[in-house]
């Protein structure tokens, strides 16, 4: 994503999409040992604060120790590891199935269900939900094999497959899951007054936990206990990898120093997982809750998918393999429209604090920039997008009471703003585009992958080609 900004706008807006996209890396690092941390604390209390929603001083000291783990299998190397991983991924997806099998045949009471309490806060408190709730959060996988997409041999076929598959099973597992969440919570055990959603916050460990102790079922807690500490050892280890390979490529580009370029005799980045480390160390301290760092992490990774629409504008031009996206034109628009959205239902603060940690690396370009020498004119081709951001925090700031606004914009007609100006910045971020390919990858497509070389190579032959028949002048 880093590179094909980078491609259709310029290195600016490739840096800040890979910033962003390197620092949702970290903090996803970091919430699943926030995650890991705040499970053992239902066994051990000391490991939670007073109020039982964050870690204490001892929890975030365990939350490191987590970090450190996850970074130790990383240097270890993916072949080492990956069975590993592929045994939690096989625990993670059973214990869901376990949970949903014993809801389905020996709790079943669809009458627990109410359209009222659907719906505690208001249909804004749904939409908050999917994005500040973590809904979002657990979909944000369907990245990881796009960003490997150069190690895949067809990627034609296996990104879209594993894409889609992925995508569609976690809906229909996450679906059931909800539903089941719906008929096992009971309020009388729970000594929670019926509906009452908000006061499940003040439960000490996990509501599903809770509701399921409440029943009766301590072997399913045990398993679902177990699967919370070390599931987010696997979740943990992608996004470690993710951002190593984000920060490599950053380097790549020159806007890295070149350390975190540089691979150990293993073919592991090393010190890009040290930077990682490091940087997901520093986001527990000020977000030591999961309810907490789930807004900052999904928030940094939402906010990078709106450059894909539009780059996928522009580059969709230049593909010279025939492949057209269906009803790109609609899809495209549309794409970038639901990103703004899931942004903006984030709410306000969190929305400041998410556009503030995106822009925050841009001392950084301006050293690295003014090294290369160049910019390749990338300031113009940005503005649209600052623009976008200064847009989005004015409508999230007065925005409706549901999405955390002072209510001078009343929901839905925040809502209808929110789309009408997405819809205007898509198309002045496609009319802005500047592409091009930037000489330091040219230069290092040598020593690249054959997938990565023939794009660049397609890509560079297209360029010359549109811009020969449409000069600029």
């Known amino acids: 994503m880093a590179k094909y900004s980078d491609y ?27 995650a890991s941390a705040q499970a053992l604390s239902f066994l051990y209390s000391p490991l939670a604060s007073s109020s039982g929603s964050s870690l204490s001083p001892l929890g975030i000291l365990v939350a490191f120790a987590f970090l450190l783990l996850f970074f130790s299998l990383n240097l270890a190397g993916v072949r080492k590891v990956g069975g590993f991983l592929s045994f939690l991924t096989l625990v993670k997806f059973l214990v869901p199935v376990m949970v949903l099998s014993f809801v389905f045949t020996l709790r079943f009471s669809p009458a627990s269900i109410s359209s009222a309490a659907l719906t505690p806060s208001s249909f804004g ?28 041999k067809n990627p034609k076929k296996d990104v879209p497959r594993a894409v889609i598959l992925s995508t569609a ?20 055990a729970l000594g929670i007054p019926a509906g009452n959603w908000k006061a499940l916050l003040a439960l000490h460990s996990s509501p599903f936990i809770d509701a399921a102790a409440s029943l009766g079922a301590i072997w399913l807690v045990v398993f679902m206990l177990l699967d919370s500490v070390y599931s987010p050892m696997g979740e943990s280890g992608v996004y470690f990898t993710t951002s190593s390979r984000i920060s490599f490529a950053m380097a790549e580009q020159g806007y890295f120093p070149k350390i975190f370029g540089e691979l150990n005799d293993e073919g592991v980045p090393a010190k890009a997982l040290l930077l990682g480390l490091a940087l997901s160390a520093l986001f527990i ?97 940005a503005l649209w997008y600052f623009g976008y951001l200064a847009t989005l925090l004015v409508f999230s700031y007065l925005g409706s009471h549901a999405f955390g606004g002072i209510g001078f914009i009343r929901e839905p007609f925040d809502l209808v703003g929110v789309m009408v100006a997405a819809l205007m910045f898509y198309y002045a971020g496609v009319k802005s585009a500047s592409p091009h390919i930037p000489p330091l990858l040219l230069a290092s497509a040598v020593q690249s992958g054959e997938n990565e070389r023939n794009r660049l190579k397609l890509l560079v032959k297209a360029i010359a080609r549109r811009r020969s028949r449409s000069p600029r002048p």
């Open 285 to 381: 301290i000020p977000f030591p809750s999961w309810y907490q760092m789930v807004e900052v992490a999904s928030g940094l990774t939402v906010i990078t998918y709106s450059m894909g629409p539009v780059s996928s504008a522009i580059l969709g031009a230049f593909s010279s393999d025939g492949f057209k996206l269906p009803a790109g034109r609609i899809i495209k628009p549309a794409a970038f429209v639901v990103t703004t959205f899931l942004v903006y239902w984030f709410g306000w603060p969190y929305t400041l604090y998410v556009i503030g940690l995106a822009l925050l690396g841009i001392p950084i370009y301006a050293v690295y920039a003014r090294k290369l020498g160049t910019v390749y004119g990338s300031m113009r081709a």
């Open 8 to 34: 259709s706008h310029g290195p600016l807006l490739g840096f800040i999409t890979g910033w962003s996209i390197f620092l949702a890396g970290v903090s996803y690092s970091a919430l699943e040992a926030v």
């Open 125 to 152: 408190g749904v939409l908050m939900a999917i994005s500040a709730g973590g809904i979002i959060s657990t979909y944000s996988g369907f990245r990881q094999p796009i960003d490997m997409a150069a190690e895949a």
């Open 169 to 188: 099973i976690s809906i229909a597992l996450y679906t059931l899951l909800g539903i089941a969440f719906l008929m096992v919570v009971n309020w009388h």
